[in-house]
């Protein structure tokens, strides 16, 4: 499978609890986002890489919240010190550097990880 | 004022009929509009994108482009059952991100 690939896909932790999730984008895709969506609601974008470097934050993103992508490939997400609010689907895309047209290339979500905060 | 607007429906129409799908933006230097289609419980799948004024056609969907009006639509010919999901509008935001609006939610009916 070439896919986006995210895990785990379902997480439930309890208030307080630090979570972790995992994205692997598609290979030949430099660009990699973090959104979070929770029901009834479109996509809320939290950050965004290019390669290795972490361009772009949500100025809405609790500082509980960080994102990693070290060598340019896989990303992490953590949550630390959960609360119910964090509560949602954490969808990972990613995007092929931008060729020939102008603006934002297309994204390809994963499956999501769904977190539940008891 | 939020960036995406789009009616959360549910937009209700019969088999075979055309649905016809509306979104606004608010940042006039946006470039770049991508239709997305959500299942319940899956993940958004792109559906088609358009960078300039007019109409893009791919299979049953067009989508439509009025910068000047800074609104995007998208209509599908021949609708099924099986187009039943929301339907998410996204435009590329100030920086290389997309933004999306709340959806709006498709029923087909037989």
């Known amino acids: 499978d070439t896919g986006v690939s995210q895990n785990p896909r379902h997480k439930i932790t309890k208030r307080g609890q630090n979570v972790t999730f995992r994205c692997d984008p598609i290979?030949?895709?430099?660009?990699l986002y973090w959104y979070r969506q929770t029901l009834g609601q479109g996509p809320e974008f939290l950050t965004y890489?290019?390669?290795?470097?972490?361009?772009?934050k949500s100025r809405l993103l609790s500082d509980r919240f960080s994102a990693e992508r070290p060598k340019g490939s896989f990303s992490t997400l953590e949550i630390q010190r959960t609360e119910q609010g964090d509560s949602a689907m954490y969808l990972c895309?990613?995007?092929?550097?931008?060729?020939?047209?102008?603006?934002?290339?297309?994204?390809?979500f994963g499956e999501g990880s769904r977190l539940t905060v008891l | 004022q939020k960036e995406v607007e789009q009616n959360s429906g549910p937009l209700s129409v019969p088999e075979g009929a055309i649905a016809s799908l509306n979104c606004t933006y608010s940042?006039?230097?946006?470039?770049?509009f991508f239709w997305y289609r959500q299942y319940s419980g899956k993940s958004p799948e792109l559906i088609m994108f358009?960078?300039?004024?007019g109409d893009k056609e791919d299979g049953r969907f067009t989508a439509q482009l009025n910068k000047a009006s800074q609104y995007v639509s998208l209509l599908i010919r021949d609708s099924q059952p099986s187009d039943s999901a929301t339907y998410l509008c996204?435009?590329?935001?100030?920086?290389?991100?997309?933004?999306f609006g709340t959806g709006t939610r498709l029923q087909v009916f037989p």
């Open positions: 940042d006039r230097g946006s470039q770049s």
């Open positions: 290979s030949e895709h430099n660009r």
């Open positions: 895309a990613s995007s092929p550097r931008i060729t020939g047209t102008s603006g934002t290339g297309e994204l390809f």
């Open positions: 890489f290019q390669n290795e470097a972490q361009l772009e």
């Open positions: 358009i960078y300039s004024n």
């Open positions: 996204a435009v590329n935001g100030d920086t290389d991100k997309l933004i």
